[in-house]
């Protein structure tokens, strides 16, 4: 057990519809950050927060959007889906923003968009 | 821009035999190089980071790897494998350091090991 909770853990929906995944980081950790996997595109980086900034953007589309809140949980905000959304979304959590910290990851959850 | 390349998406191995995962990294600056572990339906566990202590990285479950700035490599290895051992591994890279110091990871596309008995 990484320490990091990720909710829902499964989560089926329509094309068209908005999900928000929620992340619990490790305590003390104050960095999170979110991935996704898919079979064609592999584990891509999506965005980072560091103590409620944003820090860093990677492949997320403009449909998506993330916060981290005071009490450093973090929500990613999928929007307009379409059937290539399906994945697996990981949140993964640190000490601190910088290189070279470990991130400990969630479970994951698995979107599917029908 | 960092990249990260595995080399073999699948390895099979007997099991108690050597397990040999490839990395090979690009970077413009000294890299920080990781290798993580999915078993299924999990998500990634850590097994070793390389900060350039030492080249010779011990990690978790008895594997380890060696950074090789020559070859621009970071070789995943274990002496005996063990049917526990079959999973999907990665291997990341951190983006540049500096003015951007962010701790994303760029991975690479994953090997799964197999290991038959």
């Known amino acids: 057990d990484s320490g990091v909770t990720q909710t829902p853990k499964h989560l089926i929906t329509a094309t068209g519809q908005r999900v928000t995944l929620r992340c619990s980081p490790r305590s003390g950790d104050l960095s999170v950050y979110w991935y996704q996997q898919s079979l064609d595109q592999g584990l891509q980086f999506l965005i980072q927060?560091?103590?409620?900034?944003?820090?860093a953007k990677g492949n997320i589309l403009e449909r998506f959007s993330a916060q981290q809140f005071p009490d450093l949980h973090s929500e990613l905000n999928l929007s307009s889906l379409e059937l290539g959304d399906s994945a697996l979304y990981f949140c993964?959590?640190?000490?601190?923003?910088?290189?070279?910290?470990?991130?400990?990851f969630g479970p994951g959850t698995r979107l599917t968009v029908t | 821009a960092q990249s990260v390349t595995q080399l073999g998406s699948h390895v099979s191995v007997s099991e108690g035999a050597l397990v040999l995962l490839r990395c090979n990294y690009s970077?413009?600056?000294?890299?920080?190089l990781f290798w993580y572990v999915q078993y299924p339906n999990q998500g990634l566990q850590l097994l070793l980071k390389y900060t350039s202590a030492a080249t010779l990285v011990k990690g978790i479950n008895g594997f380890e790897a060696e950074f090789k700035k020559s070859e621009t490599s970071f070789h995943l290895t274990k002496p005996s494998a063990h049917m526990s051992d079959a999973a999907e591994y990665f291997c990341?890279?951190?983006?540049?350091?500096?003015?951007?110091?962010?701790?994303?990871?760029?991975f690479g596309q994953g090997t799964t090991l197999q290991v038959k008995p």
């Open positions: 993964a959590s640190s000490v601190a923003g910088g290189t070279g910290y470990e991130q400990y």
């Open positions: 970077s413009s600056v000294p890299p920080y």
């Open positions: 927060y560091y103590n409620g900034e944003e820090r």
């Open positions: 990341a890279v951190t983006a540049d350091r500096g003015s951007s110091n962010t701790g994303k990871l760029i």
